[in-house]
């Protein structure tokens, strides 16, 4: 069965680096459009960096841009966020998402197939 499973999560200091990873299985990765999304308490879950299948063209939400990078290993099924530069108000649960195809729409939770379980990030 599908299975999407973040690691890499922790605390840091405002300016402070991290690298989420996301170990993705149990459906043809290389086919699939991926994003991080992040969820803040008290706040709807938004989407913060998005991937396609194939091309490997990236996309950032505009509150990220320039400190946030993406990228995938269609080899080992796995997809990263290199977050640098962070500040508290990245804090949130950061979640992998997958779905079918392209990326049109990609900030968007309702077209995405496969979540992973999340993991936290805190900035301080």
């Known amino acids: 069965h599908v299975q999407l499973v973040e690691s890499g999560g922790g605390s840091v200091h405002t300016g402070g680096s991290l690298r989420l990873s996301c170990a993705a299985s149990?459906?043809?990765?290389?086919?699939?459009?991926m994003a991080w999304f992040r969820q803040a308490p008290g706040k709807e879950r938004e989407g913060v960096a998005a991937i396609a299948a194939r091309t490997a063209d990236t996309y950032y939400a505009d509150s990220v841009k320039g400190r946030f990078t993406i990228s995938r290993d269609n080899a080992k099924n796995e997809l990263y966020l290199e977050m640098t530069s962070l500040k508290p108000d990245d804090t949130a649960i950061y979640y992998c998402?997958?779905?079918?195809?392209?990326?049109?729409?990609?900030?968007?939770?309702?077209?995405?197939?496969?979540w992973g379980q999340g993991t936290q990030v805190t900035v301080s």
């Open positions: 998402a997958a779905r079918a195809g392209g990326c049109g729409m990609k900030f968007a939770v309702g077209p995405y197939d496969y």
């Open positions: 149990g459906y043809t990765y290389s086919t699939y459009c």
